[in-house]
């Protein structure tokens, strides 16, 4: 069975920091490549950021340097850390496996992310 749940969202300033964490099911999580996703208000869903099961990443070009992904395969939990926030950050992020969007057909409930002064 699929779960995913991600946690860590919230209202923060410009230039602040947040860090999300996503507990995926062992189905998911164990062999896959994780990636956070967002989506914003009257936006299509993005890739933002991915990691291999042995730590490769890559960002999404507007987030690189500002944003980290981690996980640990131990939990079966993958994080964000978000630095630098900015305004157009806003969104409600998600995580999942890594894989073009429109075949992605179960995702969880996500988590807001506000960046507001």
């Known amino acids: 069975q699929v779960q995913l749940v991600e946690s860590g969202g919230g209202l923060v300033q410009p230039g602040g920091s947040l860090r999300l964490s996503c507990a995926a099911s062992?189905?998911?999580?164990?062999?896959?490549?994780m990636a956070w996703y967002r989506q914003a208000p009257g936006k299509e869903r993005e890739w933002v950021a991915s990691i291999t099961r042995t730590g490769s990443t890559n960002y999404l070009d507007s987030v690189k340097d500002r944003f980290t992904i981690s996980r640990d395969n131990a939990k079966n939990t993958v994080y964000l850390q978000m630095n630098s926030l900015k305004f157009e950050d806003t969104a409600v992020y998600y995580c999942?496996?890594?894989?073009?969007?429109?075949?992605?057909?179960?995702w969880g409930q996500g988590t807001q992310v506000t960046v507001s002064s």
């Open positions: 999942n496996v890594l894989g073009p969007i429109s075949t992605i057909t179960t």
């Open positions: 062992i189905t998911v999580f164990r062999f896959n490549t």
